[in-house]
């Protein structure tokens, strides 16, 4: 898994910028950890996924979601 920091790092390396970021103590009814794998799905499905390191899904979902924020855009001019 990673952490959120390592996410953000990621955004931010797909962005090219950083951005500002305000660290804060866990909320009242936080878990102190989520971790999420993808053995369940593979196993009983036989999927696997087709990007697994993480700056490579950042950029793909940047890249993805800025194509889409372009193409509304053009369709609001």
């Given at each position: 898994g ?10 931010e ?9 305000r ?10 950890a ?10 009983v ?12 899904i ?18 609001q001019?």
């Amino acid at each position: 898994g990673f952490s959120v920091l390592e996410v953000i790092k990621a955004v931010e390396k797909a962005a090219g910028h950083a951005f500002d970021v305000r660290m804060s103590g866990r909320r009242a009814g936080d878990p102190a950890a989520i971790v999420a794998g993808a053995k369940a799905v593979h196993e009983v499905l036989g999927w696997q996924p087709k990007l697994n390191d993480l700056d490579t899904i950042v950029r793909h979902a940047y890249d993805w979601e800025s194509r889409i924020l372009e193409q509304e855009k053009k369709h609001q001019a």
